[in-house]
């Protein structure tokens, strides 16, 4: 077994042979263009710029970032809803920005969505069982009486009932309809789920219902998450590893306990220390940030972060900073390290 | 002798009328507030929180779906008796009113700073130069960088966060007594929520303006609130100081809430804590405790009586039947668990 | 056979809630009077014309010089025309040919504009050109320019609906593509793009249901126009051509005899009144019933 030497620690811990990536996403990127009323190019909108990250088989990837950082846009690119400007994503030993459609349709099956708002993801005339089948239909799956097993098998699965097989989705409250959302993305057996804020329109007692539900689901089903939201502790809760996202960018990538509890990135550091602890008179210290987030039109030069970054330091607004492995396995793009 | 409190609601019910027949949406409310204090409202969407606080103002429409019971107190003077004309000078005045949505509240047609000087002029004897110096000053009140340039930005010019300030700016531009803030910083991301937060807290501070705050989010509360009232289904389930609701609650419910939301320090390898069910419709309400359905530790006596809102000792109160019991039980197994 | 169990469970259960639902829309048209009064004007006039001439004894091609224009009568009820022909039986087979030429360019008009609006709603390219062309064609009167192609394609009772639903399909391509692209944004049709659904499902199968209740509003006012229009160019003499009666043409033929002969202007007149009224009153309701958000409401 191969050893390493924690220096922090001053441990020496088993290097854990990583499990082979499901999905490697290299140096994505997604710019759009703006375009005045003459058709002439006005600015490029730099909605994802060169980000990288793996997903490993059975677990949970969070990707967070404030309203604007480009996490549902990586998404989405993801799934080809929106086609990637440059960059490639490496699923089962073959990129799948360079498959032609129709071989791409394959893949779909493989990569599946939860959509953030239960209210406008489902078809409002359609009964359940029909949104829930239709997935089966496109991809060719079993004949009708096959089919209509399958769904009431993922009815029960996501906790509800054959009942609802022929209801509106207008007689359902949110969180009931989160769980079709699910019942869709699982019905053809995915082995990636991409959850775009599957939780942030809901309750807070039916959130902790849904992220329950996500994680039996994981294991019960080997599925492998793409966590996508803007509530850090909810994030924190699911996820194996935590990506960072500011104005487009990775800031910090990382495994989740040494990400919280040692953050290193000042925009990871004022995020954690801004979100709202529920506990009155807890002490600590917070990092208010100054100003907005500059827009992503006009982006900041040299680091995107220095504009509110309460280190920056002369070389930020000059240069570029390269993502460095600054911890085991902890990888932040700063100036600082 | 105690003082007189600012805001005094009581036993405030609020019947909407709609296809499907009467429903009371607010249920018997009451709930006070001090001068210079910072009230939290919290509970689920259909809890009625937001009601509540429209209620204060009277923001619905009384000739045909709304009608009120109960008194609501300002300074000892009933809102829900006064003639609209009365109200009308009442609100932005004395009592100001801040909502979720920044963008729909504010009028793409003007520039901010014309929206801010209306509403001044609406309420005092100014001239236009003074509310426009009004509104600047306002402005670099709640913390806009350049106001003397911003006052005359559209609001589709301004990000969400600036123009949550803006809302601020406006409601506390003729100084009002209190302060409703409805859901303000839900729309908004942390850092910014974080802004937001901080200059609440600093002006109430600066200038013991007393706010309602309403909200979903536990932290949010303990963060910015001295004293919580909890909300379920039209009723207050539980009320005490912020350090105390959260050191001792006594509902399930609130007790449920607590434990549900996940925790930064939290074990993650745990399953977070579930309250079962949803919430019963306002249709169909139950007969007894109106948390009998998703409550753990409910039995035949909380589904066929309602509870009453109890007073402990330091003003905490609590609306179940079986308070004392949980805690003896939680008591026990913690206990058990300790040895 | 566990599974064969719950699939019968799940037919009954779907018979159950059919008929719950089909019980629950019906209750909540009747309780819109109005919707109901123009549901029984159009009944009665469908009725009057399937079986109308079943009942009648006169032919109302069957001309009598004797009694030209007869005042109403125990054997004439609504009196005669000019060439002695009885009025209500030609009124009756009149009722035919209009409500045939109403619904038949709904129909059509509804279909084609359909598609229409659904395309253009979808490809940006095919929007400007498909778009252009209807702003064109509504650039025009609707009579003018159904006199125009009548002219150019002859009298006959097709040509008459062929043009009027030339004329009808931009209105209804107008409300289906904005009611389009408004359904094109919901998350519902990017759920169906990620799981890699072809254009022809996403816009005939999740789109096209979603902007019916405008669709089928709106075609009953066509339905209702059309009946007008057809009126209109008989009156001018562009429509169905003699000696096949429409309330249109009757009307015609009473212009000219106006002062001697009110019966034949008032009771076309009075059919024509009724079935835009009937068709209106019902598309009103259809509206209420069908819009979403008092459905919401009702949850």
């Known amino acids: 077994m191969l050893m390493q030497v924690d220096k922090k620690h001053n441990t020496i811990q088993p290097i854990i042979e990583p499990s082979k990536p499901l999905l490697e996403v290299n140096g994505l990127k997604k710019h759009f263009s703006v375009r005045n009323p003459l058709g002439r190019l006005e600015a490029t909108v730099k909605a994802v710029n060169n980000v990288s990250f793996q997903l490993h088989e059975g677990q949970t990837y969070g990707l967070v970032g404030e309203s604007g950082c480009g996490k ?6 993801l799934l080809r809803l929106i086609e990637p400007t440059e960059g490639e994503a490496i699923f089962q030993g073959r990129d799948i920005f360079k498959l032609r459609k129709d071989e791409f349709q394959k893949i779909r099956q493989d990569m599946q969505m939860v959509f953030q708002d239960p209210y406008s993801s489902l078809n409002p005339r359609k009964r359940i069982g029909h949104t829930l089948e239709e997935p089966l239909k496109i991809h060719g799956i079993g004949k009708k009486s096959e089919r209509v097993d399958l769904v009431m098998d993922i009815l029960e699965k996501v906790g509800l009932r054959m009942e609802h097989f022929y209801r509106y989705p207008h007689e359902f409250s949110g969180g009931q309809r989160q769980r079709i959302g699910l019942a869709r993305a699982l019905i053809v057996n995915p082995k990636l789920v991409i959850c775009d804020e599957p939780v942030s329109a809901l309750d807070v007692s039916i959130q902790s219902q849904i992220i329950n539900l996500l994680r039996r689901l994981q294991e019960e089903l080997k599925l492998t998450y793409l966590f996508i939201a803007h509530d850090i502790s909810v994030v924190r809760h699911i996820s194996d590893r935590i990506g960072v996202m500011y104005l487009g960018q990775m800031v910090e990538d990382a495994p989740t306990d040494s990400l919280i509890s040692n953050p290193l990135h000042p925009y990871t550091q004022a995020l954690l220390s801004a979100v709202p602890i529920a506990k009155p008179n807890f002490q600590r210290e917070r990092i208010i940030l100054k100003g907005e987030i500059p827009s992503p039109m006009n982006p900041p030069s040299g680091c995107i972060f220095h504009t509110r970054c309460p280190k920056a330091m002369k070389i930020c607004k000059t240069d570029f900073p390269i993502i460095k492995e600054v911890a085991p396995d902890h990888f932040v793009g700063c100036h600082l390290y | 002798m105690l003082q007189q409190p600012l805001l005094e609601i009581k036993e405030l019910k609020t019947h909407f009328n709609t296809e499907r027949g009467r429903v009371t949406a607010v249920d018997g409310i009451s709930f006070h507030l001090e001068e210079g204090e910072i009230l939290g409202v919290v509970g689920e969407s259909g809890c009625g929180k937001s009601v509540t606080s429209q209620s204060i103002l009277r923001l619905f429409d009384e000739k045909y779906t709304v009608k009120y019971d109960g008194e609501i107190l300002l300074n000892g003077l009933d809102l829900l008796k006064l003639p609209m004309s009365k109200m009308q000078k009442l609100r932005g005045n004395d009592v100001s009113m801040i909502f979720q949505d920044p963008l729909s509240s504010l009028n793409p047609v003007y520039t901010i700073g014309y929206q801010i000087a209306e509403s001044v002029m609406l309420h005092q004897k100014l001239s236009k130069k003074a509310a426009y110096e009004r509104a600047v000053e306002m402005l670099r009140l709640t913390g806009i960088p350049a106001p003397e340039k911003r006052v005359n930005d559209y609001p589709h010019q301004l990000s969400g966060g600036m123009r949550q300030r803006v809302m601020i700016a406006m409601a506390l531009a003729c100084k009002p007594k209190l302060l409703i803030a409805d859901e303000p910083t839900t729309a908004l991301d942390v850092t910014i929520q974080a802004q937001i937060l901080d200059l609440i807290i600093g002006l109430n501070k600066e200038f013991g303006m007393s706010v309602i705050f309403i909200t979903h989010d536990l932290g949010v509360v303990a963060e910015v609130c001295t004293r919580v009232v909890v909300m379920y289904l039209g009723q207050v389930v539980e009320e005490a100081d912020v350090e105390e609701l959260f050191a001792r609650p006594y509902h399930p419910y609130t007790k449920g809430l607590m434990k549900s939301i996940p925790q930064m320090d939290g074990d993650r ?27 753990p530790y409910a039995d035949e006596q909380c589904k066929e009586q309602a509870p009453k809102l109890e007073t402990l000792q330091s003003m905490h109160k609590v609306r179940c039947w079986h308070y004392e019991k949980i805690v003896e039980m939680e008591e026990l197994t913690y206990a058990d668990a300790s040895r | 056979m566990e599974a064969l169990e719950k699939r019968e469970e799940l037919i009954v259960i779907k018979s159950n809630l059919k008929k719950q639902q089909r019980q629950l829309f019906i209750r909540r048209f009747f309780a819109n009077k109005l919707a109901v009064v123009g549901l029984a004007i159009i009944i009665f006039l469908i009725l009057l014309s399937i079986l109308g001439p079943l009942v009648i004894s006169h032919d109302p091609y069957g001309m009598k010089v004797d009694d030209r224009l007869g005042a109403p009568s125990s054997i004439h009820l609504l009196g005669t025309d000019e060439f002695g022909r009885d009025l209500l039986s030609r009124i009756i087979y009149g009722a035919q040919v209009s409500m045939g030429v109403g619904f038949a360019v709904a129909a059509i008009a509804s279909i084609v504009g359909m598609a229409v609006g659904l395309y253009a709603s979808y490809y940006r390219v095919l929007d400007n050109v498909l778009m252009r062309i209807c702003d064109g064609i509504m650039a025009f009167p609707a009579i003018l320019l159904a006199i125009a192609l009548m002219a150019a394609l002859g009298a006959s009772t097709n040509n008459v609906i062929l043009s009027l639903s030339i004329v009808y399909i931009p209105y209804i391509a107008r409300v289906v593509r904005s009611a389009a692209l408004v359904v094109r944004e919901e998350t519902y049709i990017e759920a169906m793009k990620a799981q890699g659904a072809s254009s022809w499902r996403i816009i005939w199968l999740h789109i096209a249901p979603n902007t019916l209740s405008p669709l089928i509003v709106q075609a009953t006012f066509i339905f209702a126009n059309a009946i007008i229009v057809e009126a209109a160019l008989s009156f001018l003499g562009a429509g169905v051509p003699a000696p096949d009666p429409s309330w249109g043409n009757i009307l015609y033929d009473g212009k000219k005899v106006i002062f001697t002969a009110w019966w034949m202007v008032v009771y076309p007149g009075i ?21 979403p958000h008092t459905n919401q409401a009702k949850k």
Not at chain 2, 276 to 283: A, D, F, I
Not at chain 2, 289 to 295: D, G, Q, Y
Not at chain 3, 271 to 291: A, P
């Open chain 3, 271 to 291: 059919c024509i009144v009724l079935s835009v009224l009937g068709f209106n009153l019902f598309g009103d309701g259809l509206r209420d019933l069908l819009d």
């Open chain 1, 72 to 77: 549902s846009t990586t998404g989405r690119t």
């Open chain 2, 269 to 295: 390898s745990q399953n977070l804590h579930v309250i079962e069910g949803t919430m019963p419709s306002l249709h169909d309400m139950p007969k007894g405790c109106r948390f009998a359905s998703r409550c």
